[in-house]
């Protein structure tokens, strides 16, 4: 049974700075995509940054670039994303997701498996 396990979030200020970290488990992952969503209430669920497993070939949404990073700890089968220079829009609930893919899709209907959600609260 896969199981995504999202941790991390939490209240931070504008500027400041959080990482996420996704915990999978369940089976090898080496065929995945893994991504990272954000969604708020009453909008469309986001898509933010993904990571191929077995390449490690990462893209990040244009509106997140150069603030977000994602990254891979292929021993720890966790998945990051590194936030910076948050913005008060950022406040969102990041969910970490699955895809058994070779490509990066950015749909989340895409997604295999999903993590319940971190919540990240970013004040002015």
């Known amino acids: 049974q896969v199981q995504l396990i999202e941790s991390g979030g939490g209240l931070v200020q504008a500027g400041g700075s959080l990482e996420l970290s996704c915990a999978a488990s369940?089976?090898?992952?080496?065929?995945?995509?893994m991504g990272w969503f954000r969604q708020v209430p009453g909008k469309e669920r986001e898509f933010v940054a993904a990571?191929?497993?077995?390449?490690?070939?990462?893209y990040v949404a244009d509106s997140k670039k150069g603030r977000f990073t994602i990254s891979r700890d292929n021993a720890k089968d966790t998945v990051y994303l590194q936030m910076n220079s948050l913005k008060p829009e950022d406040t969102a609930v990041y969910y970490c997701?699955?895809?058994?893919?070779?490509?990066?899709?950015?749909?989340?209907?895409?997604?295999?498996?999903w993590g319940r959600g971190t919540q990240v609260t970013v004040s002015s």
């Open positions: 369940g089976r090898t992952f080496g065929n995945y995509v």
């Open positions: 990571i191929s497993w077995s390449s490690g070939r990462t």
């Open positions: 997701a699955a895809d058994y893919a070779r490509f990066i899709f950015t749909g989340s209907g895409n997604y295999d498996y």
